[in-house]
């Protein structure tokens, strides 16, 4: 019921070399997308999905009739859902440097094809490590190359939840003629230290596993699944909330008895394992590093570099120097409490400058954008809480840009924007589906 039924994937060739970022070029590249509903005759109606982390193309619908999962969004995309296919036409693509069709590490590396005469290496010729990193910005240029491809000129929408919330701000950023409406969901402006350390460790527990070798592990004819299942039960512990792991497993063990050894015994430890194994056996481990590493980079203010936000504290001229050791003794003897309340003051200082620097930034990025804007956090979101969509928020606000805040209530943490919220499910819908406000506006930010 709903759904936009059996859909077959489709191959997009590039054979034009990609500069990235990293100053590395693709001699060519492929990009695997799927489409749902129709696109109307002007090409208006069209809206892209950019996926999250572990996504693919495959955001709805089935790939065969005995298929028994549905797409990653199937409960938002489709007839009279939120993302309406009887209305939009949705495309949803695959990124570069995944492992789910378009060019990765997985996929054939041009440079090390050659012919069976010359072929004395058992190596598969993949570009497995030797792929460049890339980043959030390279996956928007990609995309709009495949929107040149496919004759859309300007997107009535494009839509991200997390990683693909980035690439949704980042497209409002690097093309803001070519789209109207920007959502962006369960996202942030960048990743904080505290994130930066949890793809660290992720990415340190496939690095040390002796099966990776050096990311060579095809040619080993190994895999580095312990590193692969830690990295994602590091993720998943971040994705879930306190709440939500105390309600679904509590203390529960799995035989109901301590078993005295280190082997699963609580219900939370088989969940994390079972993840872990699932998640091991369709992903790859150099897609893993690569996409966190393109998490850690991004910053769509790089290009516009923050203007101090105050004026620099006017240095003082030295108090006089005291005389004599009654009057130096008084001055040592000021309790040690005043000291530290006067670093505390300027340890706020310091935090409020570096906030109104970031804000300073993300206005100068926004200040040429030309899209409405929907931004949907979750409150048990602590992955990227609140307080960062409500950065974005404030610095389009800041900038006269139409934006709309929707701050839903859900147990779920990260995961939410996953899942068939009602009051976030008619935010997306509503905003999709009202009057497009043409030129500079001053924003209504609703936030609840």
């Not at 497993?249 to 109901?256: P, V, W």
């Not at 589906?433 to 609703?446: D, E, H, N, R, V």
């Amino acid at each position: 019921m709903g759904s936009v039924g059996i859909v077959t994937p489709q191959i997009f060739h590039f054979a034009e070399p990609l500069t990235l970022e990293c100053n590395r070029t693709l001699p060519s590249f492929d990009l695997i997308i799927e489409t749902y509903g129709t696109l109307n005759s002007d090409k208006s109606n069209a809206i892209l999905i950019c996926h999250a982390l572990s996504g693919s193309h495959h955001a709805a619908g089935l790939h065969s009739a005995d298929d028994k999962k549905a797409g990653w969004w199937d409960n938002m995309i489709g007839p009279n859902k939120a993302i309406d296919t009887n209305r939009f036409y949705v495309v949803c693509v695959n990124n570069i440097g995944s492992c789910f069709g378009s060019t990765g590490p997985t996929t054939l590396n041009p440079e090390n094809v050659i012919s069976d005469d010359e072929n004395t290496s058992t190596e598969p010729p993949v570009y497995g490590p030797d792929f460049p990193l890339v980043t959030i910005k390279d996956w928007v240029k990609t995309q709009a190359m495949l929107s040149d491809r496919l004759g859309i000129e300007v997107w009535h929408a494009i839509v991200g939840g997390s990683m693909g919330g980035m690439q949704a701000l980042q497209w409002s950023v690097d093309y803001p003629e070519r789209l109207k409406r920007c959502v962006v969901i369960a996202s942030t402006p960048k990743l904080s230290a505290q994130n930066i350390a949890f793809n660290e460790v992720a990415r340190q527990s496939i690095l040390s596993d002796p099966d990776f070798k050096d990311g060579r592990y095809l040619q080993a004819g190994t895999y580095p699944r312990r590193g692969l299942i830690l990295a994602r039960m590091v993720g998943h512990i971040t994705y879930l909330t306190d709440d939500a792991m105390k309600a679904k497993f509590g203390r529960d063990l799995k035989s109901g008895k301590f078993m005295y050894g280190y082997d699963v015994e609580f219900q939370v430890e088989s969940y994390l394992r079972y993840q872990g194994e699932r998640f091991s056996e369709n992903f790859d481990a150099n897609t893993y590093l690569l996409m966190t590493k393109a998490l850690d980079y991004f910053d769509p203010t790089r290009d516009y570099p923050s203007v101090a936000a105050t004026d620099a504290i006017e240095s003082t001229e030295p108090a006089a120097q005291l005389e004599g050791s009654i009057a130096a003794s008084v001055k040592s003897s000021k309790n040690s409490t005043q000291v530290e309340l006067e670093d505390a003051v300027a340890t706020l200082d310091e935090i409020e400058n570096d906030r109104q620097q970031e804000l300073s930034a993300l206005k100068a990025a926004f200040a040429h954008t030309q899209c409405q804007y929907l931004v949907v956090s979750f409150t048990t979101d602590w992955r990227f809480a609140p307080e960062r969509s409500q950065e974005i928020v404030d610095a389009l606000m800041a900038t006269g840009k139409p934006v709309n805040y929707i701050n839903v209530d859900a147990p779920h943490g990260h995961d939410s924007f996953l899942f068939d919220i009602p009051r976030y499910m008619g935010a997306v819908r509503g905003f999709l589906t009202a009057p497009f406000i043409s030129g500079k506006s001053t924003a209504t930010g609703a936030r609840s």
